[in-house]
């Protein structure tokens, strides 16, 4: 009897900087634990990184770091795929012919086009704030900061990264399923047009359970790249616990039983990800009585959180420095990508009309 197919499962990360606990724990850690059951593939988007024009020595250095992390972090090559996305030259080239189907006014119309071209721009918030302006500055200015047709076209890209693998479960975070959304819009307008049933739509994977968000130690909000409030995985003890000893607190409670401060909220987030219960349990006891003391749990959430890290930090290094092995893991993992990738877009090719006489 032959082993049931299992389903497709990919997930890509822009090599745009080091993979921080908010990575870990929203993704990486889940993506190991479902290596076993799904068809996984991971890889890292060093074609979408480039929509931001990265100095190319760290866009260099940033894919390099992002495969030592994956593979750090516990996804075996022996049973995922893990590649980068300009390994699989079959990817620019469906990106082109997708793009055929693709609508202008769509792509400029998604959140994220929005928020990186007004970046692009200098727009302030509250300038052409409406679709209108918003076009007009856009189709205003072509020297000095302007918006690269790479940033509109980020989605079919995206698009083309799941469909050319005929993926069908795309882990992401919550700011991807607009992109996931169009995807599914392109695969259906794409097979309605030509007639055929060839590109599957795919669907968010559903892990179980909350989904989890790691805080920053600012205060407020998420741990994020862009937000400059993270721990990295690759953080040296002294650094992290430099930082976590620096992480925004209140005066202290004052009665007892008194409501949490977002800040001081965010610590014990961070403190139920890494520590113990009865260490959780403790500290929340401390803050019920007004007995706590933010330095201590500051002391104990570092230690905890190294726990996790320096075992992940020691894999970096060492896979960092066998370079041998990472080209070996990158060149099966581009040989296995190309092979399906290489098949969708024959098949592609074909239903166009783009066929040798
Ligand atoms: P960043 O926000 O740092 O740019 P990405 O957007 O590249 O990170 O996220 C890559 C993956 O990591 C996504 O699946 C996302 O859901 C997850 N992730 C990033 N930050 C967090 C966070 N603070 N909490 C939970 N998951 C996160
Ligand atoms: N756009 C995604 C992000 O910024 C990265 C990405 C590129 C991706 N292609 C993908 C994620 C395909 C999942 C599937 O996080």
């Not at 925004?248 to 977002?262: A, I, K, L, R, Y």
């Amino acid at each position: 009897m032959t082993e049931a197919k299992k389903e497709i499962v990919l997930s890509g990360i822009r090599s745009t900087g080091n993979l921080h606990l908010g990575n870990y724990f929203g993704a990486l850690r889940k993506f190991v634990a479902i290596q076993d059951d799904y068809d996984c593939n991971f890889f890292v988007a060093d074609l979408h990184a480039l929509t931001t024009n990265p100095d190319p020595r760290e866009l260099h250095a940033n894919v390099k770091n992002i495969v030592a992390e994956y593979l750090a972090a516990g996804i075996d090559p022996d049973k995922a795929t893990i590649f980068v996305q300009s390994d699989v030259p079959e990817v620019a080239e469906m990106y082109l012919l997708l793009n055929m189907h693709v609508g202008i006014g769509e792509l400029m119309r998604t959140v994220s086009f929005k928020d990186k071209a007004r970046k692009a721009l200098g727009l302030g918030s509250n300038e052409a704030e409406n679709d209108d302006d918003f076009a007009k500055e856009i189709v205003g200015r072509d020297t000095g900061k302007r918006v690269n047709a790479g940033l509109l076209t980020y989605p079919t890209l995206m698009a083309v990264d799941i469909l050319i693998q005929k993926a069908t479960k795309v882990p992401v975070g919550k700011d991807q399923l607009q992109h996931l959304e169009l995807t599914r819009r392109f695969a259906r307008r794409f097979n309605a047009f030509y007639g055929v049933d060839l590109l599957p739509e795919p669907y968010d994977f559903d892990f179980g359970g909350q989904p989890i968000k790691v805080p920053g130690l600012d205060g407020s909000g998420k741990m994020g790249k862009s937000e400059g409030n993270c721990i990295y995985l690759i953080d040296e003890p002294k650094a992290l616990r430099k930082k976590v000893m620096r992480a925004v607190t209140d005066e202290g409670p004052q009665e007892p039983n008194s409501p949490m401060s977002e800040p001081v909220a965010n610590l014990f987030t961070l403190l139920e990800l890494t520590s113990t219960p009865d260490v959780v349990a403790h500290f929340r006891e401390a803050y019920a009585d007004c007995s706590i003391r933010y330095g201590d749990l500051k002391k104990q959430l570092a230690e905890d959180i190294l726990n996790i890290t320096t075992p992940i930090r020691e894999r970096i290094n060492d896979i960092m420095a066998d370079e041998d092995y990472l080209r070996r893991v990158l060149a099966r993992g581009a040989e296995r990508a190309r092979e399906r990738a290489s098949k969708t877009l024959a098949e592609v090719r074909e239903v166009m009309g783009i066929r040798k006489f």
